[in-house]
């Protein structure tokens, strides 16, 4: 399973790091990937991570401010959110990829419950 923490209150240009700890099996040889859902839209990719850490991707608006990166011996995956702004605000969460890729258009699956992430202007 997969648990999403770090969400909070921040101010628009801060920052807040988001981490998905993993439980009951191994996700080292899966791709990950966080998405988030704001009120009233959609749910939407924002970065994935390949099984070794070696490709990334995110989605443009989040590009050169948010950083994805992994530690398979903590099985853990992180979002690290920087110069945020108040469109950023939404439940984020995380998932696997089995396939090991990590991209927006790979089949996720073991969602885990989400962390908010609320940016005031």
């Known amino acids: 399973q997969l648990q999403a923490s770090g969400g909070g209150l921040v101010q628009a240009g801060g920052s807040l790091r988001l981490s998905c700890a993993a439980s009951?099996?191994?996700?080292?040889?899966?791709?990950m990937g966080w998405f988030r859902q704001a009120p009233g839209k959609e749910r939407e990719f924002v970065a994935g991570?390949?099984?070794?850490?070696?490709?990334?991707y995110y989605r443009d608006s989040v590009k050169g401010r948010f950083t994805i990166s992994r530690d398979n011996v903590k099985n853990t995956v992180y979002l690290q959110m920087s110069s945020v702004k108040p469109e950023d605000t939404a439940v984020y969460y995380c998932?696997?990829?089995?396939?090991?890729?990590?991209?927006?258009?790979?089949?996720?699956?073991?969602w885990g419950q989400g962390t908010l992430v609320t940016v005031s202007s």
């Open positions: 998932a696997a990829d089995p396939a090991g890729y990590g991209l927006g258009s790979s089949r996720y699956e073991s």
């Open positions: 009951g099996r191994t996700f080292s040889t899966d791709g």
């Open positions: 991570i390949s099984w070794s850490g070696g490709s990334t």
